[in-house]
Every structure is written in structure tokens, then in C-alpha cells.
């Protein structure tokens, strides 16, 4: 029988180096399985909003198991616990819907807020922040892109300046009534306009459908989605920042039980060579937590591409 060997200084040094070369979501206090290993082209977050019932700590431990790289829609308060488990804000939260950049007399007050977040955004070494056209209130579109453009470009050398993209989410004006920026076209346009590296469009895939796709009931009596979102995600990835993501029609998970193909705009995507993130942000259809994080994880394979 062969004695033991005895443990020297050296080989408890190489174990614990061993233990810190770990991927750090392995390493968080309570985690009991490995990080997924994903293929990485598409890089995932989820809006934490759409999680409701699961604790924050639990939805980001779970989310790095996952394999996501990130959380969506969170401000300042919440980058600590991000980073405890190895995750980014990938979009900060900063000002509201309805009253956005298409009205000069907001601008004023909603560039102060995004100095604020442009700020705490680039102290913890994250990247976007969120912006939104305002709604229409019987305003023309070519006068709100007007003056969004003048808005924006006040506070996009800021953003330059600071390392830090501001993204205005496309939002389809059936659901959030009256909102401006609800078209592929205007969005587009107006990155054009404002002319900045540090100023993009946070593409909705769900809401962009919701304006952009049809419904089409074939001879077998099968619903799909006829729509060029691929084409126009292609023609247009410089001008896209973020994506987010929903079932559609109803926004609920991106599996076969809704009508765009995911897998295929995914692989659109990484065939553009984006290297932004991808956010889920469907509302899962199960009410329990288990099965809204069951949703979530078969999201992220999904879209794992």
C-alpha cells in the first residue's frame, strides 16, 4: 500500500491559484454548478423587470449560471450586487417614456439626468444608457426628429467623452400610445442626424414587429410572421446599439409557441459581427419563479447561436 505524500507549501500555493483561475460566477457563495458553457456569438442579458418574484441576488447567481453576461434596466443602486456575481449593467434606466428629446422645453431637464447616468455608468465600466423619443402629442415626426437631433447632440459628445453609448428604444406606439420613435425608418434616420458614435438605437425586436410584421394565416390554417426585420437589422447594425427581445404577437417567451424565428435573427446578427448585447425582455408565461428562470434559460439557448 502506497503512503500517502504529504501535502507541501507548494502544492497548497498551486491549489489556490488553481481555485482563483475559477470563473468567478463558480466561485460566488452558494453556487453549486458550473456557468453554462455557451457558444458566446450573441451576448446575453435580461431585463430584470420582467422577473418579478425572483429576489435580484437569486435572478443575477442564476443568470451567470445561465450564461448571461448581464442585466438590463437597472440604475446605480444595483451595480454592486451586479458585479458580486460577475455581471454588467448592460443598459442603465434613465428618464421616462412619454416625455422625451421630441420636446425642446424637456431638454434641459433630461440631459442634467443623463450627465447622471452617463456618470455612474462609466464609473463602473459599463456602457449604454437608455433614452426615449417622447410621444407625439399631435407633433409631426419630422419636426420631433428635429428636435430630438438638437437634444441629443447637446449631450452626445459627453457620452463620447466618457466612453458611454445612449441608446433611444424603438417602441411600438399600439401598446405604449402615441410614442414617436416607433418606426425602423425614423429611428434610423435620426442616428444619421445626431451623427455620433456615442448615440444608437436600442432595437426592440417584439416591438418592431408589433409595427413592422404581418400576420399570415397559410392554407393549413398556421399563423407565421412575414416581415423584413432580418434585412433591415442587417442594412442597418451600425446604427443599432442593443437589442432586446419578446415573443411575438403577446411578448411572452421566444420558443415555438410564438412567431419569429429567433435562432435565424440571431445568427443575422452575428453574421454583422455585432458585438453589443442581446437583452431578453419577454414577460415568461409561468407565474412561478422556477418556471420564469426555466424560460429564461431556454431563452439563452435559443439564442445561442
Known amino acids: 500500500m502506497k503512503t500517502p505524500r504529504t501535502l507541501t507549501r507548494r502544492d497548497l500555493l ?10 468567478f460566477a463558480i466561485r460566488v457563495a452558494g453556487a453549486a454548478e458550473a456557468p453554462a458553457k455557451l457558444k458566446g456569438r450573441i451576448h446575453q442579458s435580461a431585463s430584470k423587470w420582467c422577473y418579478g418574484g425572483v429576489p435580484f441576488p437569486e435572478l443575477c447567481a442564476e443568470g451567470a449560471r445561465m450564461g448571461l453576461e448581464g442585466i438590463d434596466l437597472l440604475g446605480p443602486g444595483s451595480f454592486k450586487t451586479l458585479k458580486e456575481h460577475g455581471l454588467v449593467c448592460t443598459m442603465t434606466s434613465c428618464n421616462s417614456i412619454g416625455r422625451g428629446f421630441n420636446r425642446t ?15 455612474a455608468t462609466a464609473a463602473a465600466g459599463f456602457k449604454n444608457v437608455i ?3 417622447g410621444n407625439r402629442g399631435g407633433m409631426a415626426d419630422d419636426e420631433g426628429l428635429k428636435n430630438c437631433a438638437i437634444g441629443l447632440k447637446k449631450v452626445a459628445g459627453y457620452a ?14 399600439k401598446q405604449h400610445k402615441d410614442y414617436m420613435a416607433d418606426s425602423s425608418a425614423w429611428c434610423f ?18 416591438h418592431a414587429a408589433m409595427m413592422e410584421a404581418e400576420i399570415v394565416t397559410g392554407p393549413d ?25 419578446g415573443g ?8 415555438d409557441t410564438q412567431l419569429l424565428d429567433y435562432p435565424a435573427i440571431m445568427r443575422a446578427i452575428v453574421e454583422t459581427g455585432f458585438k453589443g448585447y442581446v437583452a431578453h425582455e419577454f414577460v415568461p408565461k409561468a407565474k412561478d419563479k422556477a418556471g420564469k428562470l426555466a424560460a429564461l434559460r431556454e431563452a439563452v439557448g435559443i439564442c445561442d447561436v
Open 14 to 23: 498551486r491549489a489556490s491559484a488553481a481555485a482563483a483561475a475559477m470563473p
Open 105 to 119: 422645453e424637456h431638454h434641459e431637464k433630461l440631459i442634467k439626468n443623463l450627465h447622471g447616468a452617463i456618470d
Open 131 to 133: 433614452c426615449f423619443s
Open 160 to 173: 463620447e467623452k466618457k466612453g458611454v453609448v445612449i441608446c433611444m428604444e424603438y417602441l411600438n406606439s
Open 189 to 206: 434616420d435620426l442616428v444619421k442626424a445626431v451623427g455620433s458614435p456615442s448615440f444608437r438605437i436600442l432595437y426592440d425586436i417584439y
Open 221 to 245: 390554417g398556421k399563423k407565421t410572421a412575414r416581415h423584413k426585420l432580418i434585412e433591415i437589422i442587417q442594412k442597418n447594425i451600425d446604427a443599432i446599439g442593443h437589442f432586446h427581445t
Open 248 to 255: 411575438f404577437p403577446g411578448r411572452k417567451d421566444i420558443n
